[in-house]
C-alpha cells in the first residue's frame, strides 16, 4: 500500500483516483475546482468503444483546402497562433502518414474498444445507470457522394476491427428518427457507442463513489507540487498534503506542471464549445451532422450542441463562431427552440502529436506518474488507461502499457 496523491479530477483522474484505491493504496484527488468541472464536463458525452482510429489530419487536397479556406466547420484556427502551433501541428501530420497512423491505430482500438466494459462497473457502483443510453448514434450526411465515401470507409472499420455500424439510407433514417425534419442522403448507425445524459454529472458521481469508500477529495493547487526527500508535497485549503507518489492527471494542463520539473511536453489544444437549446424535436439517438463538424447530445440540460475543433490560443476569449455555424446548420434538421441562457462553455482536448495518451512513469523521477493527454476521447478512455496506469504502478506492464509509457516515447515528452 502506498500514499498517493492524483492531481485533477477530470474523468481520468478521478477513473485514476478508484483504480488505485481498487487495489488498496491510499489516494487524495486533488483539484482547484470540484470533479468533472473542467473538459470532462462540456463534451459530447460519447463512450466511443467505435473510435478505433484517433484522429488524424486529412491528408487530401480537398479537405485541406476546405479548412485553409475556412469553408469547413470541423476545424477553424486563428491564423495568428499558427507560428506558435507549427511545430506541433507538423509532427501531428506526420503521424497522420498512413503507414504511422495505422500503427498508431493497432494501439488505439485496443483501448476504445474496452471503454464500455470499463465504464460499466463504476456506473453501476456509482448508480448512475439513468444517465447512460446504449443506443449508439448516428452520423447524418448530406451528400450522396460524401456518403458513400464515408459508408466505404465504415465497412473498412467493420472489417478491420469489427465495429459494428450500419448503413441507413435516406428512408430507413426517416423512420428511424421522425422527428429530423427534412431527408438526409444516408446516416451511419454506430452501435457500439454509449452516450452519457450529463458527463460532468457521471464524473462527479464516480468521485462521490471514491469519497464514500474512504477516498479524500481536496481542494488544491497543483502548481504548487514540491518534491521532498520522502515524496511530494501540495498546499491545499486543508493546508499541506504530503505522498510518496503522484499522479498528473491534469489534461490540458499536464504540460504546465511537468514544465516545473523539466519537462517538455508539445501539446495540440483543440478547442470546442457548446451550447444547449430547448429543442422540441425528439431523437432516439444522439446525431453528428458530419458534413457541418456538429454533434447534437439529448442531455438533462437540453439538447447539447457540440463543435470541433478550433486552433487558437488556450487563454483566448471565447469565439463561438463554429457553435453558432453549427446551429445554424442543424437547424432544417431538428427544431432547436429556444437557447438556453448560460455562461458560454469551452474545453480543450489535450492532443499530443502522436495522438496516443501518455500513461506511466516520468522518465526522470521514478515517483511521479502521468495521465493525460487523451485528445477526442478522454471521456471514453479515462477508466481504461485508469486501469494501465494502476497496473503499471504496481509493477506490471503488458505491450499496451509499454506502448502508452513515456520511456518507449521520447518525442512526447523529453
Ligand atoms: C467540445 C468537446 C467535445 C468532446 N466530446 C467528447 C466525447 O464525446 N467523448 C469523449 O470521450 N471525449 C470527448 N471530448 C474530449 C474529452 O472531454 C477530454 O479528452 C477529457 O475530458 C479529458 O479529461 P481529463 O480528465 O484528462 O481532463 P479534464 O476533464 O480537463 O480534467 C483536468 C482537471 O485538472 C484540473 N486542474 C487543472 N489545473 C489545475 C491546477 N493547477 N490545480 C488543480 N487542478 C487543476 C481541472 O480543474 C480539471 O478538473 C470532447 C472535448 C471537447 C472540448
Known amino acids: 500500500m502506498s500514499q498517493i496523491m492524483v492531481l485533477g479530477a477530470g474523468m481520468v483522474?478521478?477513473?485514476?483516483?478508484?483504480?488505485?484505491?481498487?487495489?488498496?493504496?491510499?489516494?487524495?484527488?486533488?483539484?482547484?475546482?470540484?470533479?468533472?468541472?473542467?473538459?470532462?464536463?462540456?463534451?459530447?458525452?460519447?463512450?466511443?468503444?467505435?473510435?478505433?482510429?484517433?484522429?488524424?489530419?486529412?491528408?487530401?487536397?480537398?479537405?485541406?483546402?476546405?479548412?485553409?479556406?475556412?469553408?469547413?466547420?470541423?476545424?477553424?484556427?486563428?491564423?495568428?497562433?499558427?507560428?506558435?502551433?507549427?511545430?506541433?501541428?507538423?509532427?501531428?501530420?506526420?503521424?497522420?502518414?498512413?503507414?504511422?497512423?495505422?500503427?498508431?491505430?493497432?494501439t488505439y482500438a485496443r483501448l476504445a474498444q474496452r471503454s464500455t466494459a470499463d465504464h460499466q462497473p463504476l456506473i453501476a457502483a456509482s448508480g448512475q445507470d439513468n444517465l447512460i443510453r446504449r443506443t449508439?448514434?448516428?452520423?447524418?450526411?448530406?451528400?450522396?457522394?460524401?456518403?458513400?465515401?464515408?459508408?466505404?470507409?465504415?465497412?473498412?472499420?467493420?472489417?478491420?476491427?469489427?465495429?459494428?455500424?450500419?448503413?441507413?439510407?435516406?428512408?430507413?433514417?426517416?423512420?428511424?428518427?421522425?422527428?429530423?425534419?427534412?431527408?438526409?442522403?444516408?446516416?451511419?448507425?454506430?452501435?457500439?457507442?454509449?452516450?452519457?445524459a450529463d458527463p460532468g454529472a457521471l464524473t462527479a458521481g464516480y468521485a462521490d463513489l471514491f469519497t464514500r469508500q474512504g477516498g479524500r477529495f481536496v481542494d488544491g493547487d497543483a502548481l504548487s507540487l514540491t518534491q521532498s526527500a520522502t515524496g511530494w508535497q501540495i498546499d491545499s485549503a486543508e493546508g499541506p498534503v504530503?505522498?510518496?507518489?503522484?499522479?498528473?492527471?491534469?489534461?490540458?494542463?499536464?504540460?504546465?506542471?511537468?514544465?516545473?520539473?523539466?519537462?517538455?511536453?508539445?501539446?495540440?489544444?483543440?478547442?470546442?464549445?457548446?451550447?444547449?437549446?430547448d429543442s422540441p424535436t425528439p431523437l432516439s439517438r444522439p446525431v453528428m451532422d458530419a458534413q457541418n463538424g456538429i454533434v447534437m447530445t439529448p442531455t438533462t440540460r437540453g439538447l447539447r450542441l457540440a463543435t470541433g475543433a478550433a486552433l487558437v490560443d488556450r487563454e483566448a476569449p471565447?469565439?463561438?463562431?463554429?457553435?453558432?455555424?453549427?446551429?445554424?446548420?442543424?437547424?432544417?434538421?431538428?427544431?432547436?427552440g429556444p437557447r438556453v441562457q448560460e455562461v458560454q462553455w469551452f474545453g480543450h482536448r489535450p492532443c499530443l502529436p502522436d495522438m496516443l495518451p501518455l500513461v506511466g512513469q516520468a522518465p526522470r523521477h521514478p515517483t511521479l506518474w502521468l495521465n493525460f493527454g487523451h485528445g477526442h476521447q478522454g471521456f471514453t478512455l479515462g477508466p481504461t488507461t485508469a486501469l494501465l496506469l494502476a497496473d503499471a504502478m504496481d509493477g506490471q506492464r503488458d505491450d499496451l502499457a509499454t506502448a502508452l509509457a513515456p520511456a518507449s516515447r521520447p518525442a512526447a515528452i523529453h
Not at 468503444?49 to 469553408?71: C, F, H, K, N, Q
Not at 464515408?150 to 428518427?177: C, I, N, P
Not at 471565447?318 to 432547436?336: F, N
Request: one cysteine or more; hydrophobic letters at 40%; glycine letters at 10%.
Open 13 to 106: 483522474g478521478v477513473s485514476s483516483a478508484l483504480a488505485l484505491q481498487a487495489r488498496g493504496h491510499q489516494v487524495t484527488l486533488v483539484d482547484r475546482r470540484g470533479p468533472g468541472r473542467e473538459t470532462s464536463f462540456g463534451n459530447a458525452g460519447f463512450i466511443q468503444a467505435e473510435a478505433v482510429e484517433p484522429y488524424a489530419i486529412p491528408r487530401d487536397l480537398r479537405t485541406l483546402l476546405s479548412y485553409a479556406t475556412g469553408r469547413s466547420n470541423d476545424i477553424v484556427y486563428d491564423p495568428a497562433q499558427l507560428p506558435r502551433i507549427a511545430k506541433v501541428l507538423l509532427a501531428y501530420w506526420r503521424n497522420s502518414a498512413p503507414a504511422r497512423h495505422r500503427a498508431i491505430a493497432a
Open 318 to 336: 471565447a469565439e463561438p463562431r463554429q457553435l453558432e455555424r453549427g446551429a445554424k446548420a442543424v437547424s432544417d434538421l431538428v427544431d432547436l
Open 242 to 277: 504530503e505522498a510518496e507518489q503522484v499522479v498528473v492527471a491534469l489534461g490540458p494542463w499536464g504540460p504546465d506542471l511537468l514544465k516545473r520539473f523539466g519537462y517538455r511536453v508539445p501539446m495540440l489544444w483543440k478547442r470546442g464549445y457548446h451550447g444547449h437549446f
Open 136 to 196: 449508439g448514434y448516428a452520423q447524418v450526411f448530406r451528400d450522396g457522394s460524401v456518403f458513400d465515401g464515408a459508408a466505404r470507409e465504415a465497412e473498412r472499420l467493420k472489417a478491420e476491427y469489427g465495429v459494428r455500424v450500419t448503413a441507413k439510407d435516406a428512408a430507413t433514417f426517416a423512420s428511424a428518427e421522425p422527428g429530423v425534419k427534412r431527408p438526409v442522403a444516408g446516416a451511419l448507425a454506430w452501435d457500439d457507442t454509449w452516450t452519457c
